[in-house]
């Protein structure tokens, strides 16, 4: 069965203190992996898409990378702006298009 | 610019009754997905669409029903709404071409509860 399984579940981190967020995943095949950024009361954002293992990708203080069981999402000197909920989810071969499958999010706290 | 939009933004309602979240995006996507997010659960699929004519369930999709007569819009029909349905519900889309079919565009979600 796919699955996506994030850690922690909650972080919290000093204003400039850096970290990182896990996703662990097993799919039958890996299409692509993808980090969403949802704040409070809204939707999810779109961050970042990773298709193979190597891969990395920065936006500002983050930083995704992948393997081939898990993805980091690397937080880089962190502002209190940065503090959401980041979701991590897959999409599997073959090919469903747009069909994605989410875990449960790292909930982060940036305080200043 | 292209949105999409869900409303109503809040429904309360009673267990039993019919209830019909709308879901409306201007991004003339052929892909459009009904996720709801619990406590414990994360997102997780309830319907999706991957154009006109096209409904397909998803993981959760038990009580639920979508239909789709046009590109713009996929609305999400309780046909008896149950206490467990209370939740946030999220419509999103794509496009289906490209490379970044997984890159979803959500909605502010409806927050509905079940009494």
């Known amino acids: 069965e796919d699955q996506v399984t994030q850690s922690p579940e909650a972080l919290r981190l000093q204003e400039g203190e850096s970290s990182s967020l896990n996703c662990s995943y097993t799919?039958?095949?890996?299409?692509?992996l993808f980090w969403y950024r949802q704040d409070p009361g809204k939707g999810p954002e779109f961050l970042f898409t990773?298709?193979?293992a190597g891969e990395e990708k920065e936006k500002e203080r983050l930083k995704a990378t992948l393997t081939k069981k898990e993805s980091f999402l690397h937080i880089t000197a962190p502002k209190p702006e940065d503090s959401a909920t980041y979701l991590c989810?897959?999409?599997?071969?073959?090919?469903?298009?747009?069909?994605?499958?989410f875990g449960q999010g790292t909930t982060l706290q940036v305080k200043p | 610019d292209a949105e999409i939009t869900q409303s109503p933004r809040h429904k309360i309602t009673e267990t039993g009754r019919q209830v019909t979240l709308a879901c409306h995006q201007t991004?003339?996507?052929?892909?459009m997905f009904w996720y709801r997010q619990d406590l414990g659960h994360g997102l997780r699929l309830i319907h999706y669409?991957?154009?006109?004519?096209?409904?397909n369930k998803g993981e959760v999709s038990d009580g639920y029903s979508v239909s789709r007569s046009n590109t713009e819009d996929l609305p999400l029909t309780l046909e008896s709404a149950a206490s467990s349905q209370t939740s946030v519900y999220f419509c999103?889309?794509?496009?289906?071409?490209?490379?970044?079919?997984?890159?979803?565009?959500f909605g502010e979600g409806s927050r509905l509860t079940v009494l």
């Open positions: 989810a897959v999409q599997a071969a073959p090919g469903n298009t747009g069909k994605l499958i």
């Open positions: 669409s991957y154009g006109v004519q096209d409904t």
């Open positions: 990773l298709y193979s």
């Open positions: 999103a889309s794509s496009s289906p071409t490209g490379l970044n079919t997984g890159e979803l565009f």
């Open positions: 991004w003339n996507h052929n892909n």
């Open positions: 799919v039958s095949g890996l299409r692509g």
